[in-house]
């Protein structure tokens, strides 16, 4: 099991930034499948981004891609997502997770695959 804490949310103009930063205790860090999920309110969880253990192979939904980066650093135990070109629409408490990597499947999308949940941080994008 690992402990996640995310942070960096805030309230931002459309258009502007946002760098989140998820910090992990509890275990082998890289071992680990690191991703962000949303839930904006009234809506179901959504995947966001994801980043591979022991690689940086990274998948992004389509609604972001282009926009969003998902990175890790493994010496820090910390995922970051920087938001870029941010939209009203990306309003949303933004989740960080974490699976077990267990070199089989890179990608996993769906809530259900991560065993390791953050509290989330809200971020409010504002026109």
């Known amino acids: 099991q690992v402990h996640l804490v995310e942070s960096g949310g805030g309230l931002v103009q459309a258009g502007g930034s946002l760098r989140l930063s998820c910090a992990a205790s509890?275990?082998?860090?890289?071992?680990?499948?690191m991703a962000w999920f949303r839930q904006a309110s009234g809506k179901e969880r959504e995947f966001v981004a994801t980043?591979?253990?022991?690689?940086?192979?990274?998948y992004y939904s389509d609604s972001v891609k282009g926009r969003f980066a998902i990175s890790r650093d493994n010496a820090k135990n910390t995922v970051y997502l920087q938001m870029n070109s941010l939209t009203p629409e990306d309003t949303a408490v933004y989740y960080c997770?974490?699976?077990?990597?267990?070199?089989?499947?890179?990608?996993?999308?769906?809530?259900?695959?991560?065993?390791?949940w953050g509290q989330g941080t809200q971020v409010t994008v504002y026109s």
């Open positions: 509890g275990g082998a860090f890289r071992a680990y499948a």
């Open positions: 997770a974490a699976r077990w990597y267990n070199g089989v499947v890179l990608v996993a999308t769906s809530s259900g695959d991560y065993e390791n």
């Open positions: 980043i591979a253990g022991y690689q940086d192979h990274t």
